[in-house]
Structure formats: C-alpha cells, structure tokens
C-alpha cells in the first residue's frame, strides 16, 4: 500500500513551458486534491475531485487545468509556465464519507525561470 | 467564509520543555479541527483531530482540545524532542460533501537538544 504518490520530486521549468504533475492514490479514495504551498502561506487549494470525471475550482484555479478519468489518478496541468507557478504542490486524498482526513504525497517542488 | 489563525513562528524550544501552538478559527457550523505536521523534505501527515465540541484529540504527546466558546484549538505537549522539529498546520473541514480543509499559515518549531 503505497498510499499517494506524486511525480516527479522536482522540475525545473522555462516560463511558457507546460508540464503535468501526477498523483496516484491506491486507497480507493473518491475525493482528492491539488495544493500548492508557498513559503509563510500554508496551503491553497487548487483544484479537487469528488470522483471519477467530476472536478471543481479551489481557491487558485488560475493557469491550471485537471482531469479525473480514473479513481487513483489525478494528473494537474500547467499549459504556460509562470515564475508565479514556482511552488511547492502537494496532491492529497480522502474517503468521502465519514472520514475527513486528507492523505498527502511527498510533494512536487517546481521551479519556473 | 472559513479561516483559521495560527500562533506566528517559528518557535524555538529546548528539549523537555513545554509546547503550546495557538489555532483559533472562523467557520459556519460545526466544523472538524485538524493538526497536520510537516517533517522537513516531505509531505504532511495528520498529528491529530476532533469532530466535536470538547473532544480532545491525542497522538505521540500532543492533545488538543475543540472548544467551542472560545473557538480555538490549541496544540500542547508536554515534553518536546527534538524529533518533533517540523512545521505544524492547523486546518478546519467545512463538512457538507466535499470535506475541503482550510489550513493555517504554519507553524516551524525548532527543537535544541
């Protein structure tokens, strides 16, 4: 059981590059989310999933897109990299019912020049 | 909408002494209050939580209590390692169906032996 797993560790990336963050999850969890964490900000919510082909806006949805065709996969899309996208982002994941508890990755730490 | 305040950082302790974070929060409802910690280079992990008013959540030394009246969640421990050098998150869940957290900024502690 390896719980959520992201990919990759690090990138770096040039300012109008695109890239797709992975995260997979084996807990056959319904819901699961995209955080970013800046330095002294805690973590915003990007986007999240309540299950297969459903997702939703957070609070900074901005210059990034998400899909859910399957229960474990939850790749996050940025299409024009911006030095405002360099971030530390964590996927997560939670039962949806009766358990609030997010389950989170090691983290994607990403560079933008 | 929801919001939680957390004690500014970062704290600095010597071993054995005593830890207090203060989290207070805004929400409708009755939400569920979390602590999450963040061991350096990795991804946060739930520390402890409570569903209700005047639950005490517990795990590895650490307690904290859901009072209601004052609105708050103060993470305590009574004897501080200096394995417990992280950054700790207090975060609330809305409830309803999606069970989206709201995160403090973060609290680093720092632990001497």
């Known amino acids: 059981n390896a719980g959520v797993t992201q990919t990759p560790k690090f990138r770096i990336l040039k300012i109008g590059q695109s890239m797709t963050l992975q995260c997979t999850q084996d807990m056959n969890h319904n819901y699961m989310y995209w955080y970013r964490q800046d330095p002294g900000m805690g973590l915003k919510l990007i986007y999240y999933s309540v299950g297969a082909g459903i997702t939703d806006k957070g609070e900074v949805p901005n210059g990034y897109n998400v899909s859910r065709s399957t229960t474990e996969d939850f790749p996050l899309r940025l299409e024009l990299a911006a030095p405002s996208q360099t971030s530390v982002y964590f996927c997560a994941s939670s039962y949806s019912t009766g358990d609030e508890t997010q389950y989170f990755g090691p983290g994607t730490r990403l560079l933008v020049l | 909408g929801n919001s939680v305040t957390q004690m500014e950082g970062p704290v600095t302790l010597s071993e054995e002494a005593f830890l207090t974070i203060n989290c207070t929060y805004t929400a409708t409802g009755y939400p569920s209050l979390f602590w999450y910690v963040q061991y350096p280079g990795e991804g946060l992990q739930l520390l402890l939580k409570a569903t209700k008013a005047d639950d005490k959540g517990s795990n590895k030394g650490f307690e904290a209590t859901y009072r209601k009246e004052t609105t708050s969640f103060h993470l305590e421990k009574g004897s501080v390692q200096v394995s417990d050098s992280a950054v700790y998150f207090c975060?609330?869940?809305?409830?309803?169906?999606?069970?989206?957290?709201?995160f403090g900024k973060g609290t680093l502690l720092t632990v001497n032996p």
């Open positions: 975060a609330l869940a809305s409830g309803g169906s999606n069970y989206k957290l709201t």
